[in-house]
């Protein structure tokens, strides 16, 4: 017989547009919270579903249905407003479905926006053990941990500061060794990757890799495509709250990279967000000057404009780009404070509009995306200011290179041209005489 570990149960949730609830201290919060457990689910559901009926509202996830086999991981992939997180926070009990029902078995732990789960006015040492006590566990068992913790989180100068003080990197590192040490049979985390260095992103991908191979069921959100290969064996695509595929893993991004609403345009323009510091505002790929079909020539600058809104004096922030081969894997980056240092230190507000221009013959012929990424670091933390991913859609083609004559084919996707010198050559019957000569000296 096979031990499921989650059963998803043609799970619906909507949400209404335009809803407005009174705000609650913590006691109205938490008598309001088991108040909710202890109503039956059925006049829970019945109640949602016909509540504010005259707003208009929006579906997030529509009769979603799968299973999850102990110690099975599962890569969670789909666009932006997808269902991703809302299917998590459905799986953590953090919100209710409108309709179908989840049943899991085990003791669960979250990571899903930073933050979740931790209480602002509590030091990070008390939100380690709030966190273990929510899970079920003894004190005793939550302070052999404790070590461990705070060493990955690596915050240890900071764990008896509230945590409202911590950087959205600081509250990502300690959420992220909190789920991950605490020992849940099942690990629910949503886009690992969003905050931190690259050296804590990689350490949390191990992490979460030997949890993994230690028989832990886990659900992984991200847009690392790679990431998801690497460590899940089976892929949901969710597409506007359905699902469109679950299987395999690499049959599930190949769902999600075919799929229609993955081919964008060569440019993207989006509505400010006065909540955001710094913003980017449009990308459009560009050739001489005039917006790019998405076309370029091995011969060709490929070039991008990219604009930026900063709306208030920022310091250490910096902007980065991925290019990105087929699978969404990254290829290469590029900074611009590796030209203008100066914007490191201090970036005045107004409205930028770069120009990135990669170096002619830098890319081989093939299929490339974009990613932009607005960071500000703070000492050895970063936080993702913004972000646009997987935009820009572009090709690059051979037009006439000696390799494309000669019937050569391209290998890899760097094809920068290299100078190959010719430093000697000798007659063959000379070569081999100098050689004997050498060995009969030797």
Not at 13 to 18: L, S, T
Not at 208 to 216: F, L, N, P, Y
Not at 422 to 428: A, I
Request: aromatic share 8%; glycine share 8%; with cysteine.
């Amino acid at each position: 017989m096979t031990n499921y570990a989650i059963r998803i149960e043609k799970i619906s949730k909507r949400y209404h547009i335009g809803r407005k609830l009174r705000n609650q201290n913590f006691t109205e919060t938490l008598q309001s919270d088991f108040g909710n457990a202890v109503r039956s689910i059925s006049q829970r559901f019945a109640r949602e579903e016909h509540e504010n009926s005259d707003q208009p509202s929006i579906w997030a996830l529509q009769n979603v249905s799968f299973d999850v086999k102990e110690g099975e991981s599962v890569g969670i992939i789909g666009n932006n407003g997808s269902g991703k997180t809302t299917l998590l926070k459905i799986l953590s009990r953090i919100t209710t479905p409108t309709r179908g029902r989840a049943r899991l078995w085990g003791r669960v732990g979250s990571l899903l926006e930073v933050g979740t789960g931790f209480h602002p006015e509590l030091t990070g040492r008390e939100n380690i053990y709030l966190n273990g006590s929510i899970l079920g566990m003894r004190r005793r068992e939550i302070s052999a941990k404790l070590d461990e913790i705070v060493d990955f989180s690596e915050i240890e100068e900071f764990l008896d500061t509230p945590v409202k003080f911590y950087s959205s990197g600081m509250r990502m590192r300690l959420a992220f060794s909190v789920a991950a040490h605490l020992e849940p049979e099942i690990l629910l985390v949503d886009e690992v990757l969003a905050v931190g260095d690259i050296a804590f992103q990689r350490k949390s991908l191990k992490k979460m890799g030997s949890a993994i191979q230690g028989g832990r069921t886990v659900l992984f959100v991200s847009h690392n495509m790679a990431a998801i290969k690497a460590l899940c064996q089976t892929g949901a695509f969710l597409e506007r709250g359905e699902l469109k595929f679950h299987g395999d893993v690499a049959s599930a991004v190949d769902a999600y990279l075919n799929q229609g609403a993955l081919q964008q345009t060569t440019m993207v323009q989006r509505q400010a967000n006065p909540a955001l510091t710094v913003q980017f505002m449009q990308i459009k790929a560009v050739f001489e000057n005039t917006l790019s079909s998405g076309r370029f020539g091995h011969d060709d600058a490929v070039s991008f404009e990219i604009t930026v809104d900063v709306r208030e004096l920022s310091y250490r922030t910096y902007l980065r780009m991925y290019i990105l081969e087929e699978s969404l894997d990254i290829l290469l980056a590029t900074h611009d404070v590796e030209m203008d240092q100066a914007s490191f230190t201090s970036r005045k507000p107004g409205s930028y509009t770069y120009r990135v221009q990669l170096p002619k013959q830098l890319l081989a012929p093939g299929n490339y995306r974009v990613s932009l990424y607005a960071i500000m670091r703070h000492n050895r933390f970063e936080t993702i200011l913004d972000r646009i991913e997987h935009v820009c859609p572009f090709e690059v083609v051979d037009n006439g290179s000696f390799l494309a004559q000669a019937g050569i084919q391209w290998k890899g996707h760097i094809a920068m041209p290299s100078n190959w010198e010719v430093l000697d050559c000798q007659p063959l019957d000379k070569k081999s005489e100098t050689a004997k000569t050498r060995d009969i000296s030797a």
